[in-house]
């Protein structure tokens, strides 16, 4: 059998064990989701939170002294912190607990299909009723509140970040080779054959994680029609062969024909990646400001450290999208259970959420809230500050990524094909007939 059949086979099985969870009671839909502020008295237990995050990272060390601070208050409480960074095995994870009715009090999670299932079935709390409970709501960024949101515009999940992600791109190396920062997504094609020509790696890409690439496909679409033509692509409402759909697809083939990524990009993997740029061998790297500590510190290597400089999505003739409107996620956020929800898990949250946002920027991380500084390390480079900067002053429209919006089993063969496009081993007409079919297959189920 091979991987897509796999896959197809447990997003299904995934599914209906789901729906089969949801009609059989269990603990699905005890709380009423918009019931944000319940009756009776706090009770101290130990509450869980299911991470797909780094464990040393910022939004967990903060969250550990937090809780650390809510437990001396209150004697019996602990938060236990369930974290699996691997994403995949967190997913997989996650739905047998979903399937199980054994989700505990917080988990995270993407706007996915599989989200919005658990949205509709009642079993996670209305997230903007909630903060405006809470009177924290207006504290939050748009953009970062967006990003989480359902199509239909409501909110079931918390962010505990905010990034920007830019184009790093070392000036040297532009320069030795001629080329210019492009004005335009159409000058993406013309800077990397002059960086060829230059022997010198265009772009560093991490192709093992594959959702890097996928970035890529969604960049064209979001200049010419918003987020609209993947939230309708995903439903099989549009198509790929389409006016947008096509500039899409010819775009990321005129990417692999200009030899933009480097040589065997499928394989390498998000270290590599990042070691070709930090170390001058590539002169440009798309990745977020979770990076700023490796990308704008003194942690950068001294030989290139004064050529780095960033860009912002470029433009295309007659974008809809603002020029400060690009990729701004929010990260994975985080869900509230209904089945779990109690006044101890309400007065824990209302506690965090107030005192989350100024530890958070005090570890030099952006906040998902506007009311805080984040802090510039003593180590950066005026290129942080710069950085920070640009994530204060970016538009309410996020770039939606497309692993986040299509269904599985639609995404994995995306994430396939599009290497196979890049590398020059299918055609654009090949690829669009292959993904039009795959999605009219399992994109219009899945959002039915």
């Excluded at 993997?269 to 979770?290: H, K």
Aim: some cysteine; charged content about 20%; aromatic content about 10%.
């Amino acid at each position: 059998m091979n991987r897509i059949r796999s896959t197809a086979l447990a997003a299904v099985s995934t599914a209906a064990a789901l729906l089969l969870a949801a009609c059989s009671g269990g603990t699905a839909g005890n709380t009423d989701p918009s019931n944000v502020n319940p009756e009776g008295e706090i009770e101290a237990r130990e509450i869980s939170w299911l991470l797909s995050r780094p464990a040393d990272g910022g939004v967990i060390t903060t969250m550990e002294q937090i809780a650390a601070d809510y437990a001396a208050e209150h004697p019996g409480f602990a938060l236990n912190l369930i974290s699996t960074p691997d994403r995949p095995s967190y997913i997989q994870r996650l739905e047998t607990l979903a399937a199980a009715n054994e989700l505990p009090e917080f988990f995270d999670i993407d706007a996915t299909p599989f989200a919005a299932t658990l949205a509709e079935q009642g079993r996670m709390m209305d997230a903007e009723a909630l903060l405006t409970d809470l009177g924290l709501y207006e504290d939050y960024r748009p953009a970062a509140l967006n990003y989480q949101r359902f199509d239909d515009g409501s909110l079931h999940m918390i962010p505990f970040e905010f990034q920007v992600e830019l184009f790093w791109y070392n000036s040297a190396l532009f320069d030795v080779a001629g080329v210019q920062v492009p004005e335009t997504l159409d000058d993406f094609p013309q800077m990397c054959r002059g960086l060829r020509e230059a022997s010198i790696t265009p772009i560093a890409l991490d192709g093992q994680d594959q959702w890097p690439l996928e970035r890529y496909m969604a960049y064209y679409p979001f200049r010419t029609s918003g987020n609209d033509f993947v939230r309708d692509l995903k439903r099989g409402e549009a198509q790929l062969d389409s006016e947008d759909g096509r500039a899409a697809v010819e775009w990321m083939a005129s990417l692999g024909e200009a030899e933009c990524f480097g040589e065997g990009f499928s394989s390498t993997g998000y270290a590599d990646a990042q070691a070709a740029f930090t170390s001058g061998r590539a002169a440009v790297y798309n990745i977020g400001t979770w990076e700023l500590a490796n990308l704008a510190t003194d942690n950068l290597d001294a030989t290139v450290r004064d050529d780095v400089d960033y860009f912002t999505l470029p433009t295309t003739p007659g974008a809809v999208t603002g020029a400060d409107e690009y990729v701004s996620p929010s990260g994975i956020g985080m869900a509230v259970n209904a089945a779990t929800y109690d006044p101890l898990v309400r007065d824990f949250l209302a506690f965090a959420l107030e005192r989350y946002p100024a530890l958070y920027a005090e570890t030099g991380a952006l906040s998902p809230t506007t009311t805080v500084e984040t802090t510039i390390p003593d180590n950066a480079t005026d290129l942080y500050e710069r950085a920070i900067a640009e994530a204060d002053s970016v538009g309410e429209l996020s770039a939606m990524p497309w692993d986040t919006q299509l269904d599985p089993t639609s995404n994995s063969r995306l994430q396939q094909e599009l290497t196979l496009l890049v590398q020059g081993e299918i055609t654009p007409e090949e690829f669009i007939a292959t993904m039009d079919a795959t999605i009219a297959e399992h994109g219009t189920a899945a959002f039915e």
